[in-house]
């Protein structure tokens, strides 16, 4: 088993934290929330990754004959994917929103929205 899927999967989690807290955009800041979620999918991948695992379909090996990936894992990742697409593009519907009505983008100018 080797550690670089996950080593990776840190690496593009701390590069979206990165430019999330240097964000000066409201609409970088959600891109670099994309890429945050995006290490789950690689981390996703990596825990159902076989050795030498042929797709999941018996139809001509015998079951225990022959490794298998964990179709559970990557139905997961396909699930992740649709919910990070879902949640970009409200994200992004409600930065237009925001511009919109207060002219702007930019976090330190939406003085208004402080609580």
Not at 16 to 34: D, E, F, K, M
Request: hydrophobic share 45%; with cysteine.
């Amino acid at each position: 088993m080797t550690v670089v899927p996950y080593l990776v999967s840190v690496w593009i989690f701390l590069t979206g934290c990165y430019g999330l807290a240097t964000s000066r955009n409201l609409i970088h800041a959600v891109g670099c929330l994309a890429v945050c979620q995006s290490s789950t999918y690689v981390l996703l991948l990596a825990v159902g990754y076989r050795d030498g695992g042929t797709a999941p379909v018996y139809s001509d090996i015998k079951p225990g004959s022959r490794p298998v990936v964990d179709p559970i894992v990557q139905a997961l990742t396909l699930t992740d994917v649709v919910v990070g697409a879902t949640v970009t593009a409200l994200l992004l519907a409600l930065v237009m929103q925001i511009s919109k009505r207060h002219g702007t983008v930019d976090p330190d100018e939406l003085r208004e929205l402080r609580g």
